[in-house]
Every structure is written in C-alpha cells, then in structure tokens.
C-alpha cells in the first residue's frame, strides 16, 4: 500500500513538473549575408530577397516567390544578414529583387530587376538549389550587383531580346 | 521540553513584564563542537527562582528577570557549567547564547527540531515575533545549515513570499526586474544599510553565508524606519555571534550541473563543476571577542559562459569594556570575476550577427555570439562600527558608521564603476515602567559615483525617525514617522515623509496585526545619470527624478490551529506612485530613445499565508501561498514581472544523526514583461522546482547533500535567461 502511495506521488511529482521549455524547431527559412557591390541607383524603391521552389520560366509565375510579403533590406552598407520565412521545401532560385520606384503589377517587366542570386558552389554560373525541409537553411550567401541588374524576361522561356 | 511560546501567551508576558520592570532572558544553549541546541539543560539566576529547562533544540526562555545586571548559569550532565553577565533593561528582551564544550551524553540530543525564533528586530529594537505590527518571515541557523546552500539569496529565495528574478529580490512582487537596478527592497547587515551606493542594488556576495545567524524579511513598507528603499520590505542579515574559546570551522562543497536534458542544447562535452572552501577562526576570552572567515568558490556555469570565481573575506571583532556596554567593528571584502551570459541565442534576425541556433527557435543554454567574451569583475565590501550602550533599565542608545564600496569592471560592452555609501546613525531606546518604547533616532548617509557610464556624482540622505509602542486597552500600538531629506549634486533637496502606525492585538482566535505605512525610494544614481546604450538604443539621463513612493496596508493574523500546527495569514494592500521605470521616447529629431522615468501607478493586492506543522518531534512542514494581483493603474494592465500565484511546500524529517527534505516551488506564469515588442515571442512557462536534500552528522563532522531543481525543470523567469539546471553539490562541516 505504502509503495502505491510512493509510487503514485512519484508519477504525480512527474507530471506536476511536466511542461517546461522544450526544443522548438525554428519556422523553416532561408538565412544568409548579402553582399553589396556598387551604388544602389537613385530610383531604388528598396531591394528584396525572395526565393522560388520553381524557376519562373514564365510571367504568370513570377509572382509565386515566398515570402508573400518580403521585408526589405538595408542599403547604404557592405553587407548585411537576412532571413526570410518560407514553406518546407526545395528552392530553385534564391535572389535578391531591385524594384525601381513606381513599381505597379501592371509595370513589373520594366520596375523589377534580378541584382543577385544565390549560386551553386560546384558551378557558380548555375543558381544553387537549397533545401529547407527539416531545418532552416542558413549561410546562403550570395552577391547584390547594382552594376548588373537583368529584367525578369531574361529568364523566361524563351527569353527576351 | 521543548519550549514553546504560542503568540497570545507571548504577548500576555511582554505586557506582564514590561509592567513589572522586569525583562525577557532567552537563547540557545549549544554543543559548540557539533553547533546543536542541548536539551534539558538547567538554565537559571542564581539566587532566585528564576530557572527553566533548555527545549529538546537548546532553546530557553525566562521571564520575570529582573532589570539590571544580571548573571545567568546554564548547567547540563556532561558539560562544564557555562555562567553570562548581561545587562537587562525593563521591558526588554535579550539574546544570552551558551556555547558548551564536551560531548553530548546522548545520540538523542541531536534530534533537534526546528521552532519559530521568536526574537526579532523589524522595529530597531529587539522584539518578540508576536510584537511585529507588519509580517516577517525568518530564515533560521537550521534552514540555513539544511538547505546546504551557498550563498545568502540562495537561502532567502524559499522564504514565503519571497522570489528572485535573476537575482533581483521580490517581497509580495515588490521590484518586478529592472536589471538589477534599484531595488525596492532594502538590504541590512546587522542592521547597516548595505545596499550599492551608485545602482541601488543589492551584492548577494558581499557577506559570505558562514558568517549568516539568520535572516528575517520584513514584509510591506518599511521606510517609517528604515527609509530609502525599503518601499517593498527588508532583509535584515544577522551575523553569527562570537563565543567564548576558541573555535574553528572548515567547510568544503563540490558539485556537478546536470547537461541539458535535450541533445540539441548541449554545449560542452563534460559536466560542469562547482566547489568551494572556507574557514572560519574565532576566539573570545573576557572582554574581547573576534573572528575571521576566509573562503573561495569556482563555478563552471550550467550553460554556456558562465564561469565564475570568488574570493571572500570577512571578520567580526567586539569589546565589552564593562556590562552594558559593547563596541562592534565588522567588514567584508568580496572580489567576484564572472562570464556574462547576454542572452539566449535566437535566430538571427536582419542586421544582427549570426547564432548557433541548430534549426532551433532558441537555444537557451547557447548565447547569442553578439555577446561572446562578455564578463565582469565586481569588487565590494563594507566596514561597520557599532557601540552598544544600555545605560540604564530604562535606556539604552546607540551609534553606527559605516563604508559600503563596490567596484565593477565589464568588458563587452566595457563599462566601469566605482561608488562607495558612507552610513551613520544614532539611536536610542527608551522603555517606561508603563509599557511605552520610544525609538527615535537620525541617520544620514552620503553615497557617490565615478563611472563611464554615470558620470562624477554624489547624493546625500538625512533621516529623522520616532516611533512609540505602548498598550491601549488590550492592544499593543505602534505609530511613528521618518522624514528623509535627499539632494543629488547638491541640487534642491527633496522632503519625504514616511508615517506608519500599527497594532497587535490577542484573540481568541490568534493574534491579530494590522498596520498601514508609507514608503518610498530615492532615485539612484545610477538611474538618474546613466548615459549608455541598450537593446541598440541611447539611454539618457535623467536628473530630475523623483522619489517613487507607496502606501501599503496590511492585516494579518497568527494562530495555533492545533498543539502541532500554526496559521499564518496576511491580506496587503499597496499603491504605489510615480514608479521609476525605463521608458521609451522619440526625440525631436524622431530617434527613438530610452530615459528612467516616474510613469507608472501601480496596485499590489493579495494574500500571503503560511502553515507550519510539526506532527512529530522529527517531522516538519511548512505550506506558504502568495496570491498577488498586481495591476499597472497607468496602462490598465497586469503589472509586468509579477507572477500571479507562488506556493513553497517544504518537508524535513529527522531521525538519529541522519535528516532528509525537500522544498517545491511553483510559481505561476508570468504574465507579461516589459519589451513585449521584443521577447513578447519567446516562451514563458510556470516555475516547478524540486529541492532535494539529506544530512549527516556526528560530532564535529557534518555532510549534507543538496540536489536543487532534482527534475531538472528547464524555465526561465525574465527574457532570454535560463534558471539554474538540477545541481547537485556535497558540503561537508568540520567545527572544532
């Protein structure tokens, strides 16, 4: 009887202490340091870093990027660390957007502007896929160049002139 | 045995015997080899009829004494009689310690148990417990020795109603956390304000805890006497007396933290360490008394950078030139060399340096690398002097001065103080045939500041302080008042009054206390000049700082509910005004900035109960609850850093030479912090911490083994700061 009654208490103490803080993986997210070379120009509305599970080939996916609603980075320094919040999975494209001033939905082949974009370590003239399945992705580092923006049709299938 | 005195009969005999200019003989008579009470020795004034038995824990109480020099003789099968010649003035209660060498005649004379001190010193002259007019909670010799603890704040942190927060003391939720700036509770060693001159904080390290008798906690606003900073309460640490003889004590602690109980959050490949070494010589012979404590601690931390190293001296000399008269010169040096650990490491966000987060939203044993290599060196300790005079049966008075000095270094930020508060006081008693005791007395002090970060300043405080306790019918009354006039830099002095008035009063359903008072706190140096950076913003000066005051209000009520059971309840009530916090503001130029400010109102209402029951000689349980609502009246809000609900269950059995025990400690969820916008997301979870320990003694030798937070409960009480994990530390006593 006495061993149920200190057994019970045991397992009542045990639960009573239950629910402290607990290892919490971080919301999935790709995280790095942009580097910036050049001037940003004077129409810069502000810069973004978004990511694509899919390359957009084409204008209708080009808004299909995450986050939905990016945060800007900061201008006027060397470098500077990001994170942005994405859904698990397998990015094909993480880059850096400048958008000019007066940028509309209507406009964006000519307001928008890949600067930069994370590349494959083992061939650098390949963007670098990066997977954010069961952590975040981290040190995705990558270069801004204000001297070489390319429009969006560049990429598509088949590309602009 | 054992000597009991329940409140009611207590009260009954201080009125008794302050109408027959008589006095309160009581104390401890103890083995010193072991430092256990021996019972049933036959304590007595020679000549009369005056003799009473010592309890099964040593402790004595005689009554009737008569005012004047009196000799007192303690004697017990197996030891040599032990004789003391005291002054006693009418209507007072004094202390009389016998230290008696030899063996104890039986294994039996080591099951002492714990009764309620009854002795305390809220008022500025020693007092029954019963007598208090507002709640004080007492950590004794035995708590202190069981709970094989290090540190003072360590044994205080499971007193009812009592909290730490990151080291920041809380009486009934009085200081919140504030960066361990300006406390709202006031420090004493011995009754010598020792709180920091620039911050106004309290260094839990500056008195090692081999020197600590007891402690007690004066609940509610104590400023009436005390002044400055006792706006929540004060803890009074009483040192250790000096016996007559030579005596030694040796004690020694090692220890281990446990690794975090999760892979992910483990950051060093062993277990980290703790020990520590120190030794205490006394001698007394005649009229002269000292002693000296010397003593060392390294701790390795439970989370990363987090080691620290210590060094600790302390000494305590007395002259008694004739009986009633003694001269006391005390001090402490402290040298504390510390890591920092700045906060937890969170993902990093834009613009900030990168963590180790492992894929986790928090690593709270990891730091976030912004603050990699952060530590500080803190230097402190005090002087004190003290002559005791009872000049006659119906006054005694007496004057103090001290120097309290605190020097610390940081690296990562690099910031440098140094201050020093010099403190003196003098204060007389006067007891009248009729029952009255006057108190009154002046205290001044001076305290200032040379730092990188607070500038070059001084702040002076004179205090003048009265109270009378008489008996008005059946009741015991108290009512008194304190005006404090405070200046910093010599600027326009500020005036603030602190009344209070109180009543004790015998029922047949306990003792009933009631009182109502008025507090305040002087802004700190610190908070007025710091001019530094935090959280990425400029914080500013602010010189014209008011004092932040409050009202409190208490009735309480002290009952036996049994012969083995006693009830102690209390239900208080404060506001408090123009609460000093750090603020934010945009300045002209639309920088956000943060400035100390008197914004906030706030209420603090609720009720604070304790149980204490000895079923059995051996056996022993205390229950306390604190229920707090407190409210920000400014933002109609819960009041930050103030957990709701707090209960202490604590358990200790002894049998023979051996002892076991243990405390739980819950503490509801805090609520709310300040910097919502910034640590609002991190998670926040109720306290449950489980404190383990046993014991073992024979003779001279004594073991005891501590296992604080046995579960190994992971929490943590203000932003991004991890509690102590389970440690279990071993300290072995050696007393000659």
Redesign the interface.
Known sequence: MSSRVARAALVA??L??N?????????P?I?GIVTYRGAAPDSTQAVYVVAYQTFPHTRDSLFTFQPPVP?P??LGVAT????IPVEPGRYEWVLAVWVKQGFTLANADSTLRETGYYRDPADTSQPGVVDVL???A?SIDFVIDFGHMHPPCRYYTPPCP | MPVKLPAATALLLVARTLGAQTAIVYGTVRNVATGVGVANANVFVPGTALKTPSGTDGRYLLRNVPAGQVEIRAVVVGYPPAVRTVLVAAGDSVEVDFDLRGLPAAVDDLQAFTTEPLIVTAAKHSQLLAQAVTSVALVSDTDLARRAVSTVDEAVNRAPGVLFLAGQVNIRGSSGFVEGLGSRVLLLVDGVPANQGDRGGIDWDMVPLAEVAHVEVLKGAGSSLYGSAALGGVVNVITRETPLGFHARIRATGGAYANPPFDVWRFRGGVGALGGLDATASYGQGAVRGSLTLGGRHSDGYREQDRSDQWEMSGKAEWLPQPGTRVTTSGAWTSHQYEVFPTWCVPVPPGTRACDTRGQAFQPFLIDSSGAGSYTRSNKGYLSATLDRTVSSRFSWEARGSWLRTHFTDVNPDDWAVSNRFGGEVRGVSRSPSGRVVTAGVEVARGDVTSDIFGDHTQNQVGMYGEAEGLLGGARVTAGTRIDYLDADSSQATAVLSPRVGAVLTSRIGTWRASAGRGFRAPTLAERFVNTRALGFQVIPNPALHPETAWSFEVGNAAPIASWARLDAALFWTEARQLIEPTFLVDAGGVAKIQIQNVSRARLRGLDASLVVTPFPSLTGTIAYLFLDARDLANDSVLAFRPKQLLTLSVDYRWRMFSVGGDFRYSSRIERIELEPVFGGDPRVAAKVLDLRASWQRGALAARLLVANALNYIYNLVPRTLEPVRTASVVLTWTY
């Open positions: 103490a045990a009573a202490c629910g402290g803080l607990q290892p919490t993986p971080a919301p997210s995280s945060q980075l900061p500077a660390a990001y994170r069961t952590q975040p981290t």
